[in-house]
C-alpha cells in the first residue's frame, strides 16, 4: 500500500486520504465486529480497551468529495470508527466504560486524529491516549507497565493495520495474546510481502524472521506466485496457532483485479470471537469470508465446488468422531477456524444427520431438546465401518 498524500478542505477543518474499496469493507467489517466485541465483554467487566497499534489519518474522502470540492462523506479510519461506537455503547448502557490508545507514527496525523476528536465533539468515559511514537517500542512499553504494576489488563482488542511489514514482531503478538481476554485483527500486508521474499539482503531477511517468528518462511523464496501465497498464510498461521487457539486469515482481494492486497489475521483465544469475526465478514461478502472485489461475479462451477466442499466437510466431521461423543461446543473449538463455513452453515449441515440416524444428540443441560445444538449439547457419532 503505498503512503497517501494528504488532502485539506475549505468546509471541515481535518485532512483526509483517498477512500479505496477493501479500506472502506475493513472498516465495515471492523465497525461491525468492534461494538459486538464491546459489548459481549462489557458484560462480564467494567473495563475495557481498544488499542490501534497504527492509527493513520482518521479520515478520508470520495471521488465524488473531489468533485464537488467538499468533504461531505464522513468515512472515519479505525481509531474514530471505535470512538464512535465507544460513545454509543456507553450511551446504550451497554459498557460501562472503554479507554482508547492509539499509536501512530506520523506527528501530523496524531494532530489530525485530535482536530477529527474535537470537531465531532467526541467524549468518552475512558481515558483517549495518543502517542506519537513507534508500535513495537510503545505497546512493549504498555505491557511492562501492564506488569510491573501487577494490574490485569482488561479486556483488550488490538487494531495493528501497518501499510507494510517493518515493526511487526512474532515476539509482540505473542506477548499480547499471553494476556486474558486479548484479541488482534492484524493486517499481513502479503501485497507488499511478496515483493521482497526472494530478496538477498539479510537485513531484510532478518525483519521478516522477526514477523513471522521463524525463518521457515524463507523456504519460499524460490516458489510460484500462488504456492507461495498459500505457504506464506500457511507459515504466519502455524506460527500464531503456537500461542492463539483461532487463527483465521480474511483475504482481502484488489477491488479490480483478482488478486491478493492482503489478509486481516484474526487472533482470539475463543471460538466464538472466531465465530463472530466470520459472521461480520460474511454479512458484507455475500456470506463469504473473504472480499472478492467489486465485479466479482460467481460462477455456477464454484456453487458445485462450494457443495462438494460441504460434503467433504461432513464426511470428514464423521470419519473424525467415528465412535465417540463429543460436545457441540468442542466440535466448534475444533474446526471453526479451520474450515470457511460459518458456525451457522456447520450446525446446517450437520443437523440431518440426526434424522439419518448418523448422530445422535443428548441435551447437555437437562432441558427438552426440540431440535438444533446448542454449546452444552452431546453429540454420539456413530462408527463407521
Ligand atoms: C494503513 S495506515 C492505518 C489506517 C487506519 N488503521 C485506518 O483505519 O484509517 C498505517 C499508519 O501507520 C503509521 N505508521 C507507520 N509506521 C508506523 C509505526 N512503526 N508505528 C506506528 N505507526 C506507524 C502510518 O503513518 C500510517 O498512518
Redesign the pocket.
Known amino acids: 500500500?503505498k503512503?497517501e498524500l494528504p488532502k485539506n478542505w475549505a468546509n471541515v477543518p481535518y485532512k483526509t486520504?483517498k477512500y479505496e474499496k477493501q479500506?472502506e469493507m475493513?472498516?465495515k467489517v471492523?465497525g461491525y465486529y468492534l461494538p459486538l466485541w464491546l459489548s459481549i465483554l462489557g458484560r462480564y467487566h467494567k473495563n475495557l480497551n481498544f488499542v490501534?497499534?497504527?492509527?493513520?489519518?482518521?479520515s478520508?474522502h470520495t471521488d465524488e468529495d473531489e468533485k464537488s470540492g467538499k468533504c461531505l462523506s464522513r468515512n472515519?479510519?479505525?481509531?474514530i470508527?471505535s470512538l464512535l461506537e465507544i460513545f454509543k455503547l456507553e450511551s446504550l448502557k451497554k459498557i460501562s466504560k472503554a479507554n482508547i490508545l492509539i499509536?501512530?507514527?506520523?506527528k501530523e496525523?496524531v494532530a489530525n486524529l485530535k482536530i477529527i476528536v474535537d470537531f465531532l465533539k467526541i467524549k468518552i468515559t475512558g481515558v483517549i491516549d495518543y502517542r506519537e511514537?513507534?508500535?513495537?517500542s510503545?505497546i512493549n512499553k504498555f505491557l511492562d507497565t501492564i506488569d510491573a504494576s501487577d494490574s490485569k489488563l482488561a479486556p483488550t482488542f488490538f487494531?495493528i493495520?501497518?501499510?507494510g511489514i517493518?515493526?511487526i514482531k512474532m515476539a509482540t503478538i505473542k506477548r499480547i495474546m499471553s494476556k486474558k481476554n486479548t484479541e488482534i485483527l492484524l493486517?499481513f500486508m502479503y501485497n507488499c510481502l511478496q515483493r521482497w521474499v526472494a530478496h538477498p539482503d539479510e537485513k531484510i531477511n532478518k525483519i521478516y524472521d522477526e514477523y513471522f517468528g521463524s525463518d521457515i518462511w524463507r523456504n519460499c523464496k524460490g516458489k510460484k506466485l500462488y504456492e507461495k501465497e498459500a505457504e506464506l498464510v500457511k507459515i504466519f498461521r502455524d506460527n500464531c496457532k503456537n500461542f492463539c487457539k483461532f487463527v483465521y486469515p480474511f483475504r482481502l482481494r484488489f477491488p479490480h483485479k483478482d488478486q491478493t492486497y492482503y489478509y486481516l489475521f484474526h487472533l482470539s483465544q475463543h471460538y466464538k470471537g472466531c465465530s463472530l469475526m466470520k459472521d461480520s465478514f460474511a454479512k458484507f461478502n455475500d456470506g463469504k469470508s473473504e472480499y472478492r472485489g467489486e465485479n466479482y461475479k460467481s460462477s455456477l462451477f464454484e456453487s458445485m465446488e462450494a457443495k462438494e466442499k460441504k460434503e467433504e466437510f461432513v464426511k470428514k466431521i464423521c470419519i473424525f468422531y467415528s465412535g465417540k461423543k463429543i460436545k457441540w461446543v468442542d466440535i466448534l473449538n475444533n474446526f471453526i477456524d479451520e474450515t470457511d463455513l460459518l458456525e451457522s452453515e456447520i450446525k446446517k449441515l450437520l443437523k440431518p444427520l440426526e434424522k439419518d440416524k448418523r448422530i445422535t444428540v443428548q441435551a447437555g443441560d437437562g432441558r427438552m431438546r426440540r431440535g438444533g445444538f446448542i454449546e452444552s449439547d452431546y453429540i454420539n457419532f456413530v462408527k463407521q465401518s
Open positions: 500500500m503512503k486520504w479500506t475493513k472498516h471492523f490501534d497499534g497504527f492509527g493513520g489519518i482518521g478520508y472515519f479510519g479505525s481509531p470508527i499509536i501512530e507514527k506520523e496525523n511514537g513507534n508500535f513495537d510503545e487494531l493495520d501497518p501499510f517493518a515493526e493486517n
